[in-house]
Nanobody, 118 residues
């Protein structure tokens, strides 16, 4: 299975920025579909952003204009750049991968905590 590791979380103040790397193993990283989710306490898991293997990106309306997804295939890493953070962005952020082309996510990271104080 593909191993997925997110990092970069922490405690920040409103208005600050963070970048979350997502490293995924494998020799065919360029073929992976990468997705970022987040889940706050008591809330359902929410799709935040995605970057398909063929170059299509998506950013949720709740973070549009503030968050950007990118990837560096040479480094087997995708990134979630988060700017102008708000307290409502506080959540555990998860990176997930579709590595086999089924259209379903097959590998998940353990998550990284982002906490934004007011």
């Amino acid at each position: 299975q593909v191993q997925v590791v997110e990092s970069g979380g922490g405690l920040v103040q409103a208005g600050d920025s963070l970048i979350l790397p997502c490293a995924a193993s494998g020799r065919q990283f360029s073929n992976y579909d990468i997705q970022w989710y987040r889940q706050a306490p008591g809330m359902r898991r929410e799709l935040v952003a995605s970057f398909t293997s063929y170059g299509t990106t998506y950013v949720a309306d709740s973070v549009k204009g503030r968050f950007t997804i990118s990837r560096d295939n040479a480094k087997n890493t995708a990134y979630l750049q988060m700017n102008a953070l708000k307290p409502e962005d506080t959540a555990v952020y998860y990176c997930a991968v579709d590595s086999d082309g089924t259209g379903s996510l097959d590998s998940w990271g353990k998550g990284t905590q982002v906490t934004v104080s007011s």
